[in-house]
């Protein structure tokens, strides 16, 4: 993998940020996004723009290609079955709250049961909350080791036959935790129970294989996957789709209207209702055919060489503290520094031209588990190198003498 070739397809990194050539360890909350993504968009608004599906004229003709185009694009890249069980949303968090709204609450009642962990980012979390309020159900948590991974045994001990639904973060965005997401599905499904898989964080950097999975639903997002901002999609098994109801209601997704009933269109376009986001799945599109020319087995390899190299160098500092395992992790390290609140680490790495994440990381109930108010996160991509760490360690050591720290 020819990494210096690769940057040159980021137009964005090349760049000083307050003097000093960017270092961007935040892909996490969003990646960065090829030249071949941008000049895709580009080329839709100038050649292509128009509404799909309704339209007969060429322009719609081509729009609607370009459209249902990336649908068939996606639904290979995570091998769904069926086309039409690529739902497009606006990203992860709409595919949940999709699943929750019109799946959990027509099957769940009181007394049953919805299993999470405590590791789940708000997105995965605040939308079960509400159905468990709304139907009576009881939200349970397969409980963390002290490293945050999770044991089978206790998803054994967690999951009970009152089970309805499952819902699980496949990598952790704050833990660089790896769930066993494919043996957590056999063990909801023996329980009768579904199981959803949040892969905002996994789709970007792992091969992703639902059928072999055999999760019931997945989500991911775009602009995480060097995407556009805006686009996301919610696979859910074509049997599970077709009972559920739509959410949204309005054009595009109806078939017959009268004055006091309507009827709605097949999958998957009865999920999305109103104009679709057209040029952020010609991106996204495109952003898949980026990542495929790569190939994700060797982006994971990349990830994992560059991740157990920050470990390394960053375990040289004194006075720090890395959460999550030490070993089989995902390309981010989360992270306190001595008693220097995280915004203010940030804050002098960014003056470096180091770009880190900080704060909760929308993962509230894991901070408290892990005892602390905010972390700081550096998370790696395909763009990234060895170069890039070392910077981000000698910013670090700068951090630790700006606040009068010994530097070790």
Avoid at 51 to 65: E, F, I, P, Q
Avoid at 362 to 388: G, H, I, K
Wanted: aromatic letters at 8%; a negative charge; glycine letters at 8%.
């Amino acid at each position: 993998m020819n990494v210096a070739e690769i940057r040159k397809q980021f137009p964005i990194l090349d760049q000083e940020v307050n003097g000093h050539p960017l270092v961007y360890l935040d892909s996490a909350a969003t990646s960065q996004k090829p030249i071949q993504v941008i000049e895709t968009i580009k080329h839709y608004y100038e050649y292509l723009n128009a509404n799909v599906h309704r339209g007969v004229h060429t322009l719609g003709s081509r729009a609607t290609d370009a459209y249902e185009g990336a649908r068939d694009k996606l639904a290979c890249f995570i091998n769904a079955q069926h086309r039409e069980e690529i739902v497009f949303t606006r990203g992860t968090t709409t595919a949940i709250n999709l699943v929750a709204s019109s799946y959990a609450r027509s099957v769940c009642q009181e007394g049953d049961e919805i299993v999470l962990t405590p590791m789940e980012h708000h997105s995965n979390l605040i939308p079960w909350q509400q159905v468990a309020k709304a139907t009576g159900a009881v939200l349970k948590y397969i409980p963390l080791q002290a490293d945050g991974s999770i044991r089978l045994e206790d998803v054994e001990k967690t999951v009970t036959d009152r089970t309805k639904m499952v819902a699980i973060v496949y990598v952790s965005n704050v833990l660089g935790v790896v769930n066993p997401v494919k043996e957590i599905a056999e063990i909801a499904h023996r329980h009768g129970a579904r199981i959803l898989v949040d892969g905002a964080q996994s789709t970007p950097h792992l091969k992703v294989d639902v059928q072999a999975l055999d999760c019931d639903f997945y989500t991911l997002s775009g602009h995480k996957m060097c995407g556009p901002t805006g686009i996301g999609a919610l696979y859910g098994k074509k049997a599970l789709l077709e009972q559920m109801e739509p959410v949204e209601f309005g054009g595009e997704m109806i078939d017959h209207v009268d004055l006091y009933e309507s009827t709605w269109k097949e999958l998957p376009w009865k999920f999305e209702g109103g104009t679709p986001i057209i040029a952020g799945a010609a991106g996204l599109a495109a952003a898949v055919d980026f990542l495929e020319q790569i190939g994700m087995d060797t982006i994971d390899r990349h990830e994992k060489q560059i991740t157990a190299y920050a470990m390394e160098r960053m375990k040289e500092i004194d006075g720090i503290e890395i959460y999550g395992p030490q070993q089989d992790r995902a390309g981010l390290v989360t992270f306190n520094l001595d008693d220097v609140h995280p915004h203010d680490v940030a804050t002098v790495l960014d003056a470096e031209g180091v770009a880190v994440r900080a704060g909760h990381h929308c993962c509230q109930p894991l901070m408290r588990w892990l005892n602390v108010s905010a972390t700081a996160r550096a998370s790696f991509y395909l763009y990234n190198t060895e170069e890039d760490v070392d910077r981000l360690v000698q910013a670090l050591r700068k951090t630790k003498e700006y606040f009068g720290y010994a530097t070790g």
